[in-house]
């Protein structure tokens, strides 16, 4: 079930310590200026290496094996290739008998029956999200005119993100962050009755996005302790615009030609280097157990540009269909 | 896009103001009991008429038209009919001409090109939840075992949700809510890699429900304050259990055998009995604007069992397909 | 699994001798004339009634139950039921113990473990075929300028039907035939690559028809004795026309403007009044056996408005998916 | 829409004069054995080579890149890459002038606006089959205990086929021809009710595959032809063994224990040697034209691999989703 999209699909494959990471792009339209280097600015912004992010550092080198011809694309599926390069194998061996708590170890060794790939979070890990990234440049250029901005806003609690990695450093210690993300430009109409509302498609493939713990459209949780007088938009146009914007951008799962806005919770990684407790299939009692491997102190610092380009494929995809009507 | 589900299928139809609304479910296993009497006390305890919500009375009855052989499932696809009795269409003639804050008039007028049943939200209604409760019972029978509770944790931002909603019907203005909701007695490795996560499975159809503005699973939004060593439940024993459930019984998208646990965002009402302003289309113009027709003042009262209804049937779903492996 | 299509979507429910059979139309586009008098000449044409069908008479009474306003669609589901008003359920009480031959009652016995419902084929029967052309109508109403006929080409390997017609109520021994479509007016284009080909999209959908063996486009089976310079259609303008018509209208799986041409085989109905065996499973022997109920001696008859419908219906999807891009 | 299966779901890609083809398999069980060697026997029986087969010859050597862990298959992903490394493009320049009759090269240009890649069918091309194959060998692993065999049954009309072929060569005329395809050891109860037939889940795959103009079960078309007294398989033992086998294994759209049997025309390649005429468009008429390039003269010979393959994939999709009830 690693596809999404009803038109313009993904599919995602590879493994953190196999031979690649990749995506497959199908439904995507013909003609669209592409190339590799398209590809290397958000890339960038994902990658590890500042403060507070893993110093495991990979090339991240893109391939587009298919679906480009003379830098344009022809229709056909877009696959983007990434070889793993940089891969400490060795590290991740005692996750069998230690389930690292917080990771997903223990539930992937049941689901796959013990045959899961298990160096790296395997298939699991937050590697896979190069391949949403990648995607999500694609997506962006289908959306012309329209411009997706997402940043970290808060980490640790504090909005002085600088002075909160800081003390993650220093207290060696994982901490979470809230990301914002606001879309302009949309037109009218995106989104389809019930179960595929604009909130629904993003909240969706948001979450597949690893340690995504929340989602808040608009007004969010505060809408929770507002009144109506106070929360309704009055419009103020003809084209809809509204006076205020607790909605968010959308309207019975429509968007509404304001800004869509929405915010997403980020925990602290698992992988912290703290001591922490938990079952030994050996010794078959709790145990001390410190991670092993090289990890990212605040992994909501990488977070912003996956977010982009997942909120990028679901608005392609919605864009299209709303097309065929 | 009236649909959900990847093996057990919902498809959702009717308006608020026509004939009725219904639900069809496929891929419902043969064999599980059932009888329009087993619908009728989830139907009671979304139904209107307690205080803060709308005098509007429907007799609710449901038909089980198809699928149903000697009170069993047949295998073959479950339709559940509910005909609309009470309805007074007059009262929202003037929608065209000014379209409600709040409410989605404006964007289904120029989705549908000024097509769709605008009377009483059309097929945008919040009485098409109707149609998930039926489903949501059914959902329910099949995870058998598995106890999910949904309830009202606080309205208007008070604890005391009686005080809330005599506040707001003393003040006349609708009142939001949070809604908490607990899955009991899942078995490990529900949820699939990536885009089919528990979490995306559950966020998508919890936000197909009108007025949901947000959800966050386990420690939610709080995760991005907390600490990794903080936040990391311990595993203690050989069936995966957790010291703490921070993670709110999902790790890497997939059920760990603890308690699932995930809290709503619901928006005060759109149709607050208040004043407001909205764009005259006839006059050009921004005019004050009353609501009529008979509305919630707290809708949050009347979500938790749509919010079971949603999670069982996600549930379903994914509970079948682990079945296939 | 009684779903099709991937943005105009068929939902199909019902069972020969329950309350009704329907099928709710997802995705249709707004703003189509649209009322129940305009699926009539469809219904007329499937209806029994004539030599050689079954004296089972229906009304078949559509009731357009939802996404209709003011007698256009809305853009919501379409919902169209048919009440059954004449069924005569005693007559198939034998079938639990002596599985008609060529008929799915042993196969469904087994797959639902013994819990469908039996009567008349139950969610099998050819009454399903109803749901289908009612569905048809709506998708030939969206195909405007594109005009689709399928007509009965043989009977019991007969030209001359009603001669095959009469030889066959002579016999009393049911008979087979050949249903030949053509399309007009297609667009250049639709069809998707790989495995959503015109052939794939329009085959699944006929194969769902009860009774269908077979089907081929263009040269068809002929084409394997063909020699490539033969079969080869040359172009002959800029706009695509061949002088010849083998490919039946479609060049790796895309329509290419001429005529779209298919045939399908239909079988002899399983009901023939002839004297069969079949195996007992009280007496636990193999039995004579005669077919109990009221039947169609040529279903082939009733076949070719079904068969447009089905290629109706697989059209508008693959045409609302070729307008997205 | 280059995905085919519900829950083992193929996707597929390449050019066959790009980088790669290949293809990702996703909802495999995990735990199967596999390994790159395993695919070389149904990639040997695929290739070209023989006598009317194309002279063009691939190393075709598959690297299975993701969704393997100690040459067992993990859950995550498959993907199976094949490197292109004999390719000539220059032969193709003139196609974009003179679409070759009988080829994509038309449709394909219309509908993605020129900017496919034409070079030797560019994602359209026959090559695509190697992934299909590749995917088939899993999809066999899973089908443990269950045989699929497909041949060649005549090619050319003729069923001595060395002779057909030496016809062929002598006469320097692509040739047709029929595969039959037989699936023995089946379970009772695949397939899904109206929509997801056995029928309609293999001839959607089937008609993927390039060249196919016709596909018929059981009896087939020679079913227009028999009597209901004839056709009806009587069923013999209380497994549902039936004494004849017109139905070709399937009742209903349901596998009933008995041999599943069906068979398929494949048309003579359009790439013929002999001249043929096309339109021109530089010239703005119709020319004489002769195919350039490398190609079969029999293309069916390369076929029943691929048959299998195609088998094989749509039967484990319902093979799972059987085992889910």
């Not at 590890?48 to 587009?64: C, F, L, N, V």
């Not at 223990?106 to 890990?125: A, I």
């Not at 597949?208 to 505060?222: D, H, L, Q, R, Y």
Request: hydrophobic share 40%.
């Amino acid at each position: 079930m690693n596809s999404f999209g009803r038109i313009f699909r993904l599919s995602i494959f590879g493994e953190s310590h196999g031979a690649l990471v990749g995506v497959t792009i199908d439904g995507c339209p013909a003609g669209i200026d592409l190339q590799e280097a398209d590809l290397l600015p958000d890339l960038e912004r994902r990658k590890a290496g500042a403060t507070g992010t893993t110093p495991r550092q990979e090339a991240d080198q893109p391939e587009i094996a298919t679906g480009l011809f003379n830098n344009k694309t022809t229709g056909a599926p877009i696959t983007i290739l990434f070889r793993n390069t940089n891969t400490r194998s060795a590290d991740y061996d005692a996750i069998r008998n230690t389930p690292r708590p917080g990771h997903a170890d223990f539930v992937l060794d049941k689901k796959f029956h013990g045959y899961n790939d298990y160096r790296g979070g395997g298939h699991s890990s937050g590697r896979l999200t190069l391949a949403l990234v990648a995607a999500g440049v694609v997506a962006k250029k289908v959306l012309q005119g329209i411009e997706i901005n997402a940043h970290l806003a808060e980490a640790g609690g504090n909005t002085d993100i600088e002075a909160a990695i800081q003390n993650a450093v220093d207290t060696q210690d994982s901490i979470g962050g809230i990301i914002s993300c606001h879309v302009k430009g949309l037109p009218i109409a995106l989104g389809e009755p019930f179960f595929d509302s604009v909130e629904s498609a993003i909240s969706h493939i948001i979450f597949s996005i690893p340690a995504i713990k929340g989602i808040e459209f608009g007004s969010g949780f505060s809408a929770a302790r507002m009144k109506g007088s106070e929360h309704n938009d009055a419009i103020i146009d003809a084209e809809g615009h509204t006076r205020t914007n607790y909605a968010g951008g959308i309207n019975g799962g429509i968007t509404n030609g304001n800004e869509l806005y929405f915010r997403i919770a980020v925990k602290p990684t698992s992988s912290t280097p703290q001591q922490q407790q938990t079952w030994n299939n050996a010794s078959q009692q709790v145990e001390a157990f410190t991670v092993k491997g090289r990890h990212d102190l605040c992994i909501a610092l990488r977070v912003p540009v996956v977010a982009e380009a997942a909120t990028a494929i679901a608005l392609v995809d919605l864009l299209l269909i709303n097309k065929a009507y």
